[in-house]
């Protein structure tokens, strides 16, 4: 029964980590909107900068019933692209999980992503290794059918399946860039059905994201020794909480009882920082320990999009 418990904790903190990944990115509150607009205009365009982040996984909390004794591990998260190439992600989280007994689990998930800068097709890849033996692979793709419309979805493996979600669904990155969309914009509530191939790529998940008040540029406490972290600090950034419904997700919110939270502070440039990871009966927290900043991808001619 025990094992049982822990299994499907594992198995939720597995699932988990394909959305923080991808989200990248409190309080309700009216934004400073002209001190604001002096750090970021209104309207600037969004440039997701080409990073690779280093977060290091502790268990924050965990109730009796949860039966987790503590979780460590390290997320490697590596983006890359443009407004112009589109978006890849390369990202890696490596976790042991422990239970009240002493059963340590170590689980290896490894994943890669592509997405059309217009959102019009997303590919995925992944997989999930448990204690160094293959338990997981999926690989597939999505393509919508027109802007702002449904989406098809193939799945080749592990088994070849068709699959269409109605709605509008958005991508991984299309979600960030709303988020800081919204942000920019003073705009405290972002609601979205996602999809980004998580789990077994068969379904969607529902989201609320609450904005809350930003912070404006200005030295910030960072771990001693570090570099480039200091280039945060020339950033605006807000304090972000998403809330994961599985769908049809109309009972749940009115019941007020998401799948999981994910809160982080959000810079404006796409970088996270301070990543919480709340279940309910345990939470997980990211600290950023190391990041390193690529050269900007060059686009050739105005916003164009190349077509892969």
């Not at 448990?130 to 802007?147: C, N």
């Not at 970088?271 to 919480?276: A, E, F, G």
């Amino acid at each position: 029964m025990q094992r049982g418990i822990i299994d499907r904790a594992r198995g939720r903190w597995v699932v988990m980590n394909r959305h923080v990944l991808r989200a990248l990115v409190l309080a309700l509150a009216i934004f400073p909107a002209a001190r604001i607009a002096e750090a970021l205009p209104q309207g600037a365009a969004i440039d997701l900068v080409p990073h690779r982040a280093i977060y290091d996984m502790t268990l924050k909390k965990a109730v009796a019933g949860s039966n987790v004794s503590e979780i460590r591990g390290r997320l490697v998260f590596d983006f890359a692209g443009s407004a112009c190439d589109g978006y890849s992600l390369k990202s890696r989280l490596v976790t042991e999980l422990i239970d009240r007994e002493g059963n340590a689990t170590v689980t290896d998930l490894r994943s890669t992503t592509w997405e059309q800068a217009d959102g019009g097709k997303f590919r995925f890849n992944s997989a999930q290794y448990v204690d160094q033996r293959l338990s997981e692979r999926l690989e597939g793709s999505a393509a919508r059918r027109k802007a702002n419309e449904a989406i098809d979805v193939t799945i080749d493996k592990p088994q070849r399946q068709a699959l269409n979600f109605r709605g509008t669904p958005l991508f991984p990155t299309q979600h960030s860039l709303a988020i800081l969309e919204a942000a920019q914009q003073g705009t405290n509530m972002v609601q979205a059905d996602i999809y980004d191939g998580s789990e077994k790529g068969n379904k969607l998940l529902s989201t609320t994201t609450v904005i809350g008040r930003p912070s404006l540029p200005g030295p910030r406490a960072h771990p001693a020794g570090m570099k480039n972290f200091e280039r945060l600090d020339e950033l605006v950034s807000w304090p972000v909480s998403i809330s994961y419904y599985e769908t049809p997700a109309e009972a749940n919110r009115d019941e007020g009882l998401p799948t999981y939270e994910l809160s982080f502070r959000l810079f404006a440039n796409g970088v996270s920082r301070d990543l919480l990871i709340d279940y309910g009966n345990f939470s997980i927290h990211g600290e950023l320990s190391r990041i390193d900043f690529y050269p900007p991808a060059a686009c050739p001619g105005p916003a164009a999009v190349k077509k892969k």
